[in-house]
């Protein structure tokens, strides 16, 4: 059973920066592309980026330029770094797997990590 793990958040100034991980255990890192995910209050979770196996990269439009995100195969981690922190980026950020990049653009997920939340004052 897979078993994800977020951190790094907290709160922050807008204009500032964090860095995400997301560590995974139970499966086949390197098989699987990798998700980040947001959900602030009274809104869906909403997709943020996503990275092949292969390591090609898609972003969100809100976040493009701003947000990259990246993978380590050896640690079976993802990571999210994020600069230039708006208030609306303020949510609970979660990842999740798959080998299935149609399906992490869809988010449609029974199992969720507990996510880290990110708050930018402004």
């Known amino acids: 059973q897979v078993q994800l793990v977020e951190s790094g958040g907290g709160l922050v100034q807008a204009g500032g920066s964090l860095r995400l991980s997301c560590a995974a255990s139970?499966?086949?890192?390197?098989?699987?592309?990798i998700g980040w995910y947001r959900q602030a209050p009274g809104k869906q979770r909403e997709l943020v980026a996503f990275i092949s196996r292969s390591g090609s990269r898609n972003y969100a439009d809100f976040v493009k330029g701003r947000f990259t995100i990246s993978r380590d195969n050896d640690k079976s981690t993802g990571f999210l770094q994020m600069t230039s922190l708006k208030p609306e980026d303020t949510a609970v950020y979660y990842c999740?797997?798959?080998?299935?990049?149609?399906?992490?653009?869809?988010?449609?997920?029974?199992?969720w990590g507990q996510g880290t939340q990110v708050t930018v004052s402004s």
């Open positions: 139970g499966i086949t890192f390197a098989s699987n592309a």
């Open positions: 999740n797997v798959d080998q299935n990049p149609r399906r992490l653009r869809l988010g449609d997920y029974d199992y």
